[in-house]
């Protein structure tokens, strides 16, 4: 949602994003800026509509169940390939899920500017129903770009996925490798400038997982890619980012070099 104008001031729970400034203007400026963001999660928000309409007839009032990110700030520029580590429930897919915008902050307010490609869940805007190719052309307009604009990428998309004689089978019937290789094939080639990628290399074979990491190395050299990357393999964190994010406790402990962020991390959770 882009800012208006107004003589009244902002909901405190605001989300902006923007578009990318033509390529001449780029400079290293921040794509991804979160200030004093707060999310806290219901337990009503645990409920299932089955559960959820008779608590709602019965008049239960909307408890707080906890919270994932407590006044957390920091920005991201441009070009930067940035790690998030933490034990788990340490807010790291909640941020990625803020960036991505399929969430909203409880307080604080949450900027991004760029086309985003957020790989964060095995099979988020996939149909199961579709082939393959069909679901390639659901996420690529998903993505914002136009049918003859995934024409001109599929055929990449599918030999890089090296699924091809799986791609017009219902995606129901894919091993969880074979929609990773899917769903990151198709968000790389959808000319992303921002790349969220959580865990969803951990369940590749290591050949094509090491054929992932050469591709966002690739990125990362053109220095106009911001990438952000969540991942319980440190040495991956380590070798691949050039910057480190460390939660725990829902806040950030560390921010800086990857090596002493690793270190910081072990540091508190030998205690």
Request: proline share 5%; hydrophobic share 35%; net charge neutral.
């Amino acid at each position: 949602m882009k800012n208006k104008s107004s003589s009244l001031s902002p909901p405190a729970n605001q989300r902006t994003s923007a578009p990318s400034p033509p390529a001449n203007q780029r400079t290293s400026e921040p794509v991804i800026n979160f200030s004093h963001v707060v999310k806290n999660f219901s337990r009503n928000n645990q409920k299932t509509f089955k559960e959820f309409l008779p608590a709602l007839l019965m008049g239960e009032k909307t408890k707080v169940g906890f919270t994932a990110l407590d006044d957390i700030s920091f920005e991201i520029k441009r070009g930067e390939t940035v790690g998030i580590i933490g034990p788990n429930g340490s807010g790291k897919s909640t941020i990625l899920k803020l960036v991505a915008g399929v969430m909203s902050p409880t307080s604080g307010k949450v900027f991004t500017q760029g086309k985003i490609s957020p790989l964060i869940e095995l099979g988020a805007g996939m149909h199961p129903e579709l082939t393959g190719r069909e679901n390639i052309y659901l996420n690529g307009a998903i993505l914002g770009l136009k049918k003859t604009q995934i024409k001109q990428y599929l055929q990449e998309i599918i030999d890089f996925s090296e699924i091809e004689e799986f791609i017009d089978q219902p995606i129901k019937h894919y091993s969880s490798g074979m929609y990773m290789r899917l769903a990151f094939s198709i968000a790389i080639h959808v000319n992303p400038e921002i790349l969220l990628v959580d865990e969803i290399l951990a369940v590749g074979d290591t050949d094509f997982q090491a054929k992932c990491f050469k591709r966002m190395e690739e990125f990362k050299a053109a220095e106009n890619i911001t990438t952000i990357f969540v991942s319980h393999s440190l040495s991956q964190v380590e070798s691949f980012c050039t910057r480190v994010i460390y939660l725990n406790h829902h806040q950030i402990l560390f921010d800086g070099n990857p090596t002493e962020a690793i270190q910081k991390y072990f540091s508190e959770t030998n205690k």
